[in-house]
Each structure stands twice: as C-alpha cells, then as structure tokens.
C-alpha cells in the first residue's frame, strides 16, 4: 500500500515502518473503504434531514476532516505510486530534460527516478504545465531526498483539500443542513481523504481552482484565471469551464473576459513547456481502464467481430452517446425532484446557480460514461455536489467512488504477493459488471424523475364540465 520513500529518516513525512503482512493491510484497507462508503451512504440523507443541523456540529465536521487532511500529509502517500511520478517529472525539470518526452528509465542511477514503479518508468508525464511547474518547485526543494520532495508535493495537496473545503463551506454557510451535506460530501469524506489526500493525486488541485472558478465567477477575469489554472494541471477538469459559459450566454462581454483568461493561461502555460506536452494526453485520452464496463464492451466486440482491432474508436463514439445521454436525463429534473433548476439563487443571494449545476452535470455524466476512469476522478464530481442541492444523484456518485476504490485496492502492481494477485486480474474486472448496473440504475432514476418532474399533478388537471 506505501510505496518506500529514500532519503534521511528525520525528514518528512513520517512512518513507524512496522511492515504489517500484506493480507492484513489489505484487510483493513477494504474495511475502511466499505466502513467509510457505507456510513457516508447512511449520513448524507440524515443531514439532509436534520431540522436545524447545529452550527457547533457542522463546525466540528468541517474542522475534523480539516484535521485528517493536514495529519495525512506527515504520513507517506498510500494506495497507488502516482506521486512517484509527480517527484521524477519535477525532477527532469530540475535537471534541464523534458518531462513531457522522458520517462524516469531515461535517468538511470537516479536517486528520485529510480524509485518509479511499473508499468510507469517509460512513461512521460500526462499533467498540465501548472502541475509540472509545482512538481519542480518540490523537486528544488527536496533535492536527492525523495522523502522531502514527497513532502512539499503532500503540502501544496494538502492545502488544497483544505482550501476548497473551506470555500464550500463558505459557500454553503447560510443553509446549516446544506453546510453539513456539503462537509460530508467533500471536507470529511473518508472516501476522498483516502483516494485524494491520503493518495495524493495531482485531481486534487485541479478540483481546487474549478471549484475557485465557479464561486468567483461574479470577477469573470478572476474566473477564467482560475478555470486557465486548473486545465492548465489536468485537461478533463476543462469540462467544468462549460457551466460559466453557459450561464453567460446571454452576456458575452463577461463571456469574452472570461474565456479570454482562461484561454491565455493555458496557451501560455503550454506555450512554455512546449507542445510536445500535448501528444501525451491525447494517446491517454483512447486508453480503457481495466475497472471500466468499456472493457466488458470490448471484449464482447472482440468475441463477436474479431480480436483484431481495440475497438477503441467505436467505444469513443458509444461513450460519448453515453454521456450525451445521462447529461440530457439529468438537465431535464426540475426542483421538485433534484438539485438541477433551470434557474435557481444561491443562498443569501440573487444570483443564477446555472454555472455550478451545469458543470456537475457535466461531470458526473463524464465520470459514469468515460471508458478510461479511476477512483480519484470522483473528486471532481463530488466537489461541484456539494454546490448544489441534494437529491438521489448524491448517493449515486458516492456508490461510483466506493466501487471504484475497492476495485483499484491497490492501484499499485509491484510488492504485491501472488496469492493476491487476483483483486488485479479476478476481482477488478468483475466489479465493472457493478459499475455498468450503478450507470443503468442511474439512467433509470434520471428518466423516471424527471417524467414524475413533467407529469402535472391530479389536482391541476382540469375538470370535466357539467351539463
């Protein structure tokens, strides 16, 4: 579960470096998944319900999961080797190479590039210039220790955890009951805190400035500064740039202002770092994680038309119909069913809610159809939840994520015994079966919500006349 960290044992972050048997860790690490899904699961409509949810309560909730985040970060990343990845990118940086067309075997003997595991090593980074640049400031600052420079890179994701948690809750302060669903939802998410913070994925800064972006959009410049920034770490948090532009639509001097920013920090962005960093991510961008019901798709195809082909445009253009799908099914729920008005206030306000709603949709319409799709992809979705209403859509995503991390336990393939080999190739491809019944569920509940939505009432229709 804990990749090793090299470098001196007074630095950060910190381990008792107890060994437990593997069998074991991967006991608790189910347990605490299941625990945490299910006890999320259960909370969420509670809070939705509480009459007056006490403002101590929602203070604690928020300040505890403030807690685990800021503890997380002295302890060593847990449950993939991604930030290994983020320490050599930094790394080649340092040293003058490109990271964007260098994997760590091209830095033989290197002390940071050495620990990168496979299938990793020949890979060139997939992130955004923003992300690779605060890899290299961590890398500056840690220098041989990969300790250390695990460390800042800990910090920077830490913070923002933290600050995004804070802004929601600000966000939300007016409502105490939606303040509470909301902490849960993100601030004291045991699930979250594991895949983002304990994890330590690169999400976790992208779902910051977006998140930013959407509460500052009434300073479009500052907005699309924000929004520029969080492409600018990982591109499919782009999606979430569709909701400010719908909302200003109708405006487009705001409009303008606001893609303008954001499209100039990313041209600049790349503009630096040099358009070898684009090829990466549109390879990626055809990739089939192996947790996906795409998967299931094509082995079907292959068993039907032939194994000689990936399928993988067919399953590009079906995932695309999808999302299409599932987006259209959600944007047609009205108040009285879901978070999704046409047009809505934010508390303590007179403004549109279309942005942070939109973009939700967006999302989580992505996360479900998407054949290349992994737990800390949730984040996004649940980050931009927490902005609106609660409905059953809530539960959903948070089954999605469970899901998702019980098949990716763990997302590492070296040191993992043979006798455990089979979560890999037994367990993670059977719970896509899961993953394909929680879309259909989905659809389902979308469909039928929103015909209930548009069906008027008994006491509206119209009476017969009397002769």
């Known amino acids: ?139 500056w600052v840690g220098g041989d220790s990969l300790r250390l420079t695990i460390f800042v890179l800990a910090l920077f994701n830490a913070a923002a955890f933290i600050v995004t948690g804070l802004l929601i809750d600000r966000f939300t302060r007016h409502d105490p009951a939606r303040r509470l669903r909301a902490a849960l939802l993100w601030t004291a998410n045991p699930l979250l805190l594991y895949q983002l913070v304990a994890g330590m ?92 019901f795409w998967k299931l798709a094509q082995g079907w195809l292959q068993s039907v038309v032939g194994t000689g082909s990936a399928y993988r445009g067919e399953i590009q253009v079906g995932s695309l119909l999808v999302l299409a799908l599932i987006a259209w099914f959600l944007f047609r729920l009205t108040p009285g069913a879901s978070p999704l008005p046409s047009r809505a206030t934010e508390p303590g306000s007179g403004t ?46 948070v089954a999605h994520l469970l899901i998702l991390s019980l098949a990716y336990l763990p997302a590492r393939v070296e040191g993992q015994p043979q006798d455990l080999e089979w979560l890999r190739t037994v367990l993670r491809p059977q719970l896509a079966w899961a993953l394909l019944a929680l879309t259909v569920a989905l659809l389902v509940w979308a469909w039928r919500a929103a015909g209930r939505a548009h069906t008027p009432p008994a006491s509206a229709a119209p009476r017969p006349s009397t002769p």
Request: one cysteine or more; charged letters at 10%; proline letters at 9%.
């Open 1 to 139: 579960m804990v990749p090793a960290l090299t470098g001196p044992a007074w630095q950060p972050p910190y381990s008792l470096d107890v060994r437990p048997d593997p069998h074991l860790t991967i006991v608790l690490a189910a347990a605490a998944l299941v625990l945490g899904g299910l006890g999320l699961l259960l909370a969420l409509p509670l809070a939705c319900r509480l009459p007056a949810a006490r403002p101590d309560l929602v203070r604690s909730v928020v300040l505890m999961g403030c807690m685990a985040a800021g503890l997380l970060a002295f302890l060593p990343p847990s449950g993939s080797g991604d930030h290994l990845n983020y320490a050599v990118y930094g790394r080649m940086v340092t040293l003058g190479l490109d990271p964007y067309a260098h994997g760590a075997a091209d830095l033989p003997g290197d002390p940071i590039a050495g620990a990168v595991e496979e299938p990793w090593r020949e890979e060139p980074s997939v992130y955004g210039p923003v992300a690779t640049a605060l890899q290299a400031v961590a890398s």
């Open 201 to 292: 994925h690169v999400d976790t800064l992208a779902i910051a400035c977006m998140v930013a972006a959407l509460l500052a959009r009434e300073r479009p410049a500052g907005s699309g500064i924000l929004l520029g920034l969080g492409v600018a770490i990982k591109v499919n948090a782009g999606l979430v740039a569709l909701g400010p532009a719908w909302e200003l639509r109708r405006r487009p001097a705001r409009l303008a202002v606001m893609a303008g920013c954001a499209l100039a920090v990313v041209v600049a962005g790349y503009a630096i770092v040099g358009t070898a960093a684009i090829e990466p991510v549109t390879r990626t961008s055809k990739a089939i994680s192996h947790a996906s």
């Open 352 to 397: 549109v809610q279309g942005a942070p709603v939109v973009a939700m949709v967006l999302v989580v319409a992505y996360v479900f159809a998407t054949p290349y799709v992994l737990p800390w992809y949730d984040g996004l979705a649940l980050g931009l939840l927490a902005l609106v209403g609660a409905s059953a859509l809530d539960g959903f995503v």
